[in-house]
C-alpha cells in the first residue's frame, strides 16, 4: 500500500494539539501565506513520463522491464461513484491513472478519451483538402489498444469528529481543533480485458486512508472559535490516488506471474459445465450419461432346469431249460 504512514488517532490528536499552541499567535494575528515553491507538493504520483522514460516518479511504484502490449483506459461517467467524485469537486481520475501507468512502463497509452475527437478532426481536415501536402495523415496509422482498464472507487467517508467545536480561551482552541479530526479512507478497484476476445485479463482491489484536521481561528480572551478545513478537499484526492497506486501496483504483480487460464475445449465453446439437452459437447456428455443411466437392464435369462435323470432297468429272463428226455 503506498498511502503515507499514519498516527495512532490518540497521538495525532496529541501532535495536532502541541502544534495548533505553537502555532496560536499566528492563528490570533490572521492568516499567513508565503510564496509558492515549485515542485514541493508531491503526492503518491508526482514527476512526469516521455515514452519509456520516467522523471521524479515515485520509488514505491512497480515497474516494468517488458511492455505488456497497448492499453486504453475507460472512465463511467455514469456510475455512482463519478457523482461522489464531483460531490467533492474532483475532477477525472484518468490524468492520474495515464501518469501512474507510463510511469510503470507496463503498458503504452493510447488515447480513446476527449482528445480522439480532435483526432478525428484532423484526419478530416487531411481529407477536406485544407492540410499541407505531406503532413503525413493516412489511414492504417492509428495503434489499436489490446487491453482497457477501467477504474472503480468505493468511498467509505469520514469518522471521526464534526465540525469545529465552540468555546472560548484556550480550551476552545483545543476543543476546535480536536472535534475537527477526520479519517478518510477508500478503496479503489481496476479491471483490464483483453479487448479482441473481452476476456478479463486482471482484476485488483486496492486500499488508502488518511486523517483531515481543520484548524479554528479563536481568542484566548473568550472570542469564539472559528472552524476551517485545513484540507477541505485535497485530502480525498490524495486517498484515493494512493489507492489506486496501491489497486495497480497489486495487479502488476499478478501480472509479472500471469498464466491464461484455460478450459478444455476451448475458451467460449460451451464450457465444461453441461445441462440437459444443450448442445454443447459438455451437454452431449451429459445426455450420455442420462441416457445410460434410464435405460432398463436386459431381463435376467432364468436358470436352465436340470436335465431329468434316465431310468436304468435290469433283466429278469430265467435261464432257458432242456425239453428232451435221455433214454
Known amino acids: 500500500m503506498l498511502a503515507s504512514p499514519t498516527l495512532a488517532p490518540g497521538r495525532l490528536v496529541g501532535a495536532v494539539l502541541k502544534s495548533t499552541l505553537l502555532l496560536s499567535p499566528l492563528l490570533l494575528a490572521g492568516c499567513l501565506a508565503t510564496a509558492p515553491t515549485m515542485g514541493e507538493n508531491k503526492g503518491t504520483v508526482s514527476g512526469a513520463a ?9 520509488s514505491k511504484l512497480e515497474h516494468c522491464d517488458e511492455t505488456l502490449g497497448t492499453l486504453a483506459i475507460f472512465e463511467d461517467t455514469n456510475a455512482p461513484w463519478w457523482s461522489q467524485l464531483r460531490d467533492r469537486q474532483l475532477g477525472s481520475t484518468l490524468p492520474v491513472l495515464r501518469l501512474m501507468v507510463q510511469q510503470s512502463n507496463c503498458f503504452v497509452i493510447v488515447e480513446r478519451g476527449k482528445a480522439f475527437a480532435n483526432m478525428e478532426r484532423e484526419r478530416a481536415l487531411m481529407q477536406s483538402g485544407e492540410v499541407r501536402s505531406g ?153 450420455g450419461a442420462a441416457a445410460t443411466t434410464a435405460a432398463p437392464k436386459p431381463a435376467a435369462k432364468p436358470a436352465a432346469k436340470p436335465a431329468p435323470k434316465k431310468a436304468t432297468t435290469t433283466s429278469t429272463t430265467p435261464p432257458a431249460t432242456g425239453t428232451g428226455t435221455s433214454k
Open 50 to 58: 516521455g515514452g519509456a522514460t520516467a522523471e521524479n516518479q515515485n
Open 135 to 287: 503532413s503525413n495523415f493516412g489511414q492504417g496509422q492509428m495503434v489499436a489498444a489490446d487491453y482497457t482498464m477501467s477504474p472503480e472507487i468505493q468511498f467509505s467517508g469520514k469518522t471521526g469528529g464534526g465540525g469545529g467545536g465552540i468555546g472560548t480561551g484556550a480550551i476552545g482552541l483545543l476543543t476546535a481543533v480536536a472535534a475537527n479530526i477526520n479519517q478518510n479512507e477508500a478503496s479503489t478497484t481496476l479491471l483490464l480485458v483483453d479487448n479482441r476476445s473481452g476476456v478479463q485479463i486482471s482484476a485488483a482491489e486496492g486500499t488508502a486512508k488518511n486523517f483531515d484536521f481543520g484548524f479554528g481561528a479563536a481568542s484566548f480572551f473568550g472570542g469564539g472559535a472559528v472552524a476551517g478545513g485545513a484540507y477541505a478537499k485535497t485530502p480525498a484526492g490524495k486517498v484515493i490516488t494512493a489507492a489506486f497506486a496501491d489497486s495497480y501496483n497489486q495487479m502488476v504483480k499478478a501480472l509479472r506471474n500471469y498464466k491464461a487460464q484455460t478450459v478444455k475445449g476451448g475458451l467460449g465453446t460451451g464450457g465444461r459445465l453441461g445441462v440437459q439437452g444443450g448442445s454443447t459437447a459438455a451437454s452431449k456428455d451429459v445426455d
